[in-house]
């Protein structure tokens, strides 16, 4: 069994595929656009019986990205210009301290860091950060505890 986070973007999923590409390598591994699926074929390039606001053809009806070994699927949704990342944190596990800050850093870039970077009883360096889009990330580099798993 496989448990894969899937995030909505609400139009702004290409913007956030180049964010997490150019601040954590993340690799498209597939992209589809609304007017690309199927049944948009028989329709002549609408949004297939998707229900989309006009105008959203082109946004991303389904992505996956890798980022280091695991994969984040990624869409545009209804396109309602309100993504709501409520109740969730992606956890991201850096190979050590410095890399974990960088990764930080990199995150906080039109964002909030909403704990600094500090030594925690399970990590070397651990810290928070909301990206722009509103994604929190628990960065941890340098696990301390034996049971953490990278």
Excluded at 1 to 24: D, H, N, S, W
Excluded at 70 to 80: I, L, P, Q, R, Y
Excluded at 88 to 96: E, H, K, Q, Y
Excluded at 118 to 141: C, E
Aim: net charge negative; hydrophobic share 35%; with cysteine.
């Amino acid at each position: 069994m496989q448990v894969q986070p899937y995030l909505f973007f609400e139009g702004r999923c290409e913007e956030a595929i180049t964010f997490y590409r150019e601040k954590l390598g993340a690799q498209v591994v597939m992209m589809m656009r609304y007017s690309e699926n199927p049944e948009a074929e028989k329709d002549q390039g609408s949004d297939g019986g998707c229900n989309m606001p006009p105008g959203s053809e082109n946004k991303i009806m389904h992505a996956a990205l890798t980022i280091g070994d695991s994969v984040v699927m990624a869409s545009d949704g209804w396109c309602n210009g309100k993504p709501e990342f409520k109740g969730i944190s992606l956890s991201l596990t850096a190979n050590d301290e410095q890399q974990a800050e960088r990764y930080l850093n990199a995150l906080s870039d039109g964002g909030q860091v909403q704990m600094p970077m500090a030594p925690t009883f399970f990590a070397k360096r651990f810290g928070i950060v909301a990206d722009k889009f509103g994604v929190s990330w628990m960065v941890l580099g340098g696990l301390e505890h034996p049971t953490a798993q990278r």
